[in-house]
Every structure is written in C-alpha cells, then in structure tokens.
C-alpha cells in the first residue's frame, strides 16, 4: 500500500476529512450564500480570495454560475423557472441529482447573464477559476495522494461529494420537503434541525427564506447557526463587516409589544395560528380526495398569487371552493399582508387600519381568527407603533 507524507490512525483520517468538508462548507456559507449571492457580508480581500480559492480546490464551483442559480431560485422559489424544487422535480431528483440540476443550469447563458451581475471578475477568476475550474479538483487530488497516500483517494472522493449531496441534494430537496417551519412564507423552505452545525447553518433554510438578506439564519434562542459563529468571529478580527439592514428578528411564540409591527413576524403567527389550523379543521371529516388537495394547497394559501403557477392557482381556487370557513381565512390574510402597503404607511394611518382589520376579523365567525385578532390588537394596545416595520 502507498504511504503519503502522513500517516495517521482511522480516527486521524476521521477528523482530516471533517475538517477539509467543513472548510468547504464554510466557505460556501460565508463566502458564496451570505457574502456574494445576498451581499449580507462584505470581506476583507484577502479572506474572499482564501474562500474562493479553496472552493476552486475542492469543488470546482465557479462563483458566477453558484450566485445566478442560487438568485433565480430566489426569484422563481418552488414554482415555474426555479432550478431545483422537489416540489417541482419531485425529492428523489433533486436529492440524488442536485449537482446534475445545478450542471444543466449553469449552461444557461441568459441566467448567467441576469442573475450573476457582481459576481468577481478579476484577472485570476477570468483565467483559471472559470476557465479550468476541473483543475482545482485535481489539483486536490495531488495533494491528498501526496500527504496520506493510498487512502488520500478515499478522502478525495469524500470531498468531491460532500458539497454536492448536501448543498445540491439535501438542502435543496429536503429542506424544501420536510423539516419544522418557524415562518408560515409563501413557499416550501423547511428548517431541518435547530442545531445548524453539519451544513454550516444552512440547515435553517425556512428562516434564511423568511429573511434572505440577513446573515444570521437562526432565530430562535435554540436555534444554533455555527456559521453566524463564525462571522461574528471574524467581524471581531474586522476581516468581515456585518450589513444590519434585513436582518432576521429574533422570535417569540406568538406577539408582543415588540414584533406585533413586523411584517414578516405577524403574517408567520397568522400562518401558523389561523391558516394552518384551519386547513387542519378542515380536514376532519372529508373526503380523501378533498384531504389530498387540502393537504397540498397548504402552503399555496400562504403564497401570493402573483407567483403561482396556472397550475397552482387552479389548486389554491379548487381548495378554497370546499370550505367557507377556509376562503374566510385567506381573505383576511389578503387583507392583512396589504396593510403593509397602504400609501406612505404612516404610523397612524397603519395603527387605524390594523384596528379596523381587527374589528371585521372578531366577527367573521372563524374562531382561530377571532382570536388572533384579539391577541394582536392587545399587543397592538401595549406600545403604540413608534414606526410601521416591514
């Protein structure tokens, strides 16, 4: 057997791919998602270069093509036009084939082109990393034969899928099929566990959803987002600069005087205190053909109908056709989310609305609206509004 400069017990080469994976993965949170495709982040030169190069080592990503993909997921989120949706494609496809998704995307010169503007452009992106972005990989393959030997080629092959079945396949898929919801948002996004510590934070992807310009994804005083560790560890050493502005507010169960005005905060309690208890409601005693399309509208009824399919709003429109009750509830959830959009949005001309808004809702005859509609208006009565929050 071949011996490298290396050599190390199981447990060595254990904690060496560990570390070279979570490398990877940080950089692909601080560098790529939070820094380059959201502009939460602003590096220090050097750091970026060290993060884009290590990418070009262990993955061969080009900067460019990873931003305009991630942006147009952004924009098209579980419907028409989004690269890699299981909602669409179905689990199994993106979860085994993510990284084939992402290949075929980046052959889009027309996505390139209107999703990749600030992406780096510099003389070594322009003639090695997206020019030879395989000789990165290879590049690590010599290393890893060259340091441990024989075995160097398992921990190379560890490394090339490391990035593609969990950033392509696992949070692509699964945190777009199952998981826990802190933000009832218009499209699918799951929070997979609270402890976001495998995937670098990315774990957290219904929060990183509800707020995608923030570089914090946790919210909750459980939720652990080791890649917000990292940056603030960073910013302490001022090789990173935090950008405050969309960061994701810290939650409570249910509102109080502090997140009654946000936007984003009362439209998630509404989501899952009213739509999604109605729609369970529902449920109870119908059909199983009417329970299967309850089921699947679900989140449709949280979504704006501007960025639904035909297909979609056929279902959303079948859905509401089976329940007064329910079409009640989206009504009024229509209603609500506008009160953020009323001309100059002043503070007493929202105070007013939102009172009136509850008035109507405390006699629609829907109980769980009914009550939200007191909770809110006693959070409402307990700080006046300084300042309409979006």
């Known amino acids: 057997m071949l011996d490298g400069l290396i050599s190390l017990p199981w447990w060595g080469y254990l904690l060496v791919l560990l ?9 692909v949170t601080i560098y790529l998602h939070r820094a380059q495709a959201h502009r939460s982040l602003q590096l220090h030169p050097a750091l970026g270069h060290l993060f884009r190069f290590w990418l070009w080592l262990t993955t061969g990503m080009v900067t460019r093509e990873w931003i305009a993909i991630h942006r147009k997921h952004h924009a098209h989120c579980d419907s028409d036009g989004d690269p890699h949706s299981p909602q669409l494609l179905g689990i199994s496809q993106v979860l085994w084939q993510g990284a084939e998704l992402y290949r075929q995307a980046s052959q889009d010169q027309d996505l390139l082109q209107r999703f990749g503007q600030g992406a780096p452009d510099d003389w070594i992106e322009r003639h090695l990393y997206s020019r030879h972005p395989s000789l990165g990989i290879v590049l690590m393959l010599a290393i890893d034969l060259l340091c441990f030997g024989a075995i160097g080629l398992t921990l190379w092959a560890l490394q090339m899928i490391w990035i593609p079945f969990f950033a392509a396949g696992v949070i692509n898929g699964v945190g777009h099929w199952c998981g826990y919801r802190n933000f009832e948002i218009a499209d699918a996004s799951r929070n997979l566990v609270p402890f976001a510590v495998l995937i670098g934070g990315e774990e957290l992807h219904n929060n990183h959803h509800a707020a995608p310009t923030s570089p914090r994804l946790s919210c909750r005083w459980y939720e652990l987002d080791i890649g917000w560790c990292y940056i603030r560890l960073l910013a302490w050493l001022r090789l990173v600069r935090i950008r405050q502005a969309g960061l994701l507010p810290r939650l409570a169960q249910g509102l109080d005087p502090q997140t009654w005005s946000s936007r ?11 739509v999604l208890p109605t729609v369970r409601q529902e449920c109870q005693g119908a059909t199983r053909a009417h329970r299967r399309l309850l089921r699947r509208a679900r989140w449709l009824l949280l979504r704006e109908k501007r960025k639904m399919s035909e297909v979609q709003r056929r279902c959303l429109e079948r859905s509401l056709s089976l329940s007064e009750r329910l079409a009640t509830t989206y009504e009024y959830q229509l209603r609500l989310r506008a009160l953020w959009q009323l001309p100059g949005r002043s503070s007493d001309r929202l105070r007013q609305a939102m009172h009136d808004w509850c008035q109507d809702a405390r006699q629609s005859g829907v109980e769980a609206l009914a009550e939200f509609a007191e909770q809110l208006q006693r959070a409402q009565q307990r700080q006046p509004l300084q300042a309409p929050v979006r």
């Open 19 to 27: 570390a070279l994976t979570h490398g990877t993965i940080v950089s």
């Open 264 to 274: 984003l905060h009362v439209l998630s309690v509404y989501g899952r205190e009213v």
